[in-house]
C-alpha cells in the first residue's frame, strides 16, 4: 500500500511499529501530512483544531529526529524536511491573525532547533 493511499491513523499506526531505521521517513510523512492538514484548517477557521495539528507536526518532527539520532539513517533528509516545514510554518504564521501566530512561530522554532541538532549529528563529530 502507498503512503499517500494510507489513512493518517494507519501512516501513524505504521511509524510506530515500524523498524528504526524506517521510522524517520514515516514520522516525516505524518507531520507533512498534519501541516498541510493545519493550513487547511486555518483557512476554515477552524483555529483549534489547527493548533492541535501544529501540535501533531512537532511531536511527530521530534519522533522523526529522535528516530534518525538513534540509528544513524535518514540524517539529511529528517534535517532538510524539518528545516523546509520550519519555513512552510513562518510562511503560514505571516497569514495569521496576531493571536494566531504565537503558537506557529513556537513550532517553526522548534523544528529549526531539530534540523539544526541534526546538522550538528551530520557534521559535529570530528573524524
Known amino acids: 500500500m502507498a ?9 501513524i499506526a505504521r511509524a510506530n ?12 510523512d505524518v507531520a507533512e501530512r ?10 476554515e477557521g477552524k483555529v ?13 518532527s ?12 535518514r540524517l539529511k533528509q529528517t534535517e532538510m524536511a524539518s528545516r523546509k516545514m520550519s ?9 495569521l491573525n496576531f493571536d494566531d501566530q504565537a503558537p506557529v512561530q513556537a513550532a517553526a522554532d522548534r523544528l529549526e532547533t531539530m534540523a539544526q541538532d541534526l546538522l550538528s549529528h551530520m557534521f559535529g563529530k570530528e573524524k
Open 87 to 95: 519555513h512552510r510554518l513562518r510562511d503560514l504564521k505571516r497569514t
Open 48 to 60: 483549534d483544531n489547527a493548533r492541535a495539528a501544529i501540535a501533531d507536526v512537532v511531536t511527530y
Open 62 to 73: 521530534q519522533k522523526a529526529h529522535d528516530a534518525a539520532v538513534q540509528s544513524g539513517k
Open 34 to 43: 498534519q501541516l498541510k492538514s493545519a493550513d487547511a484548517l486555518y483557512s
Open 3 to 11: 503512503a499517500k493511499e494510507q489513512t493518517l491513523q494507519e501512516l
Open 17 to 28: 511499529t515500524a523498524p528504526l531505521k524506517e521510522q524517520p521517513s514515516l514520522y516525516i
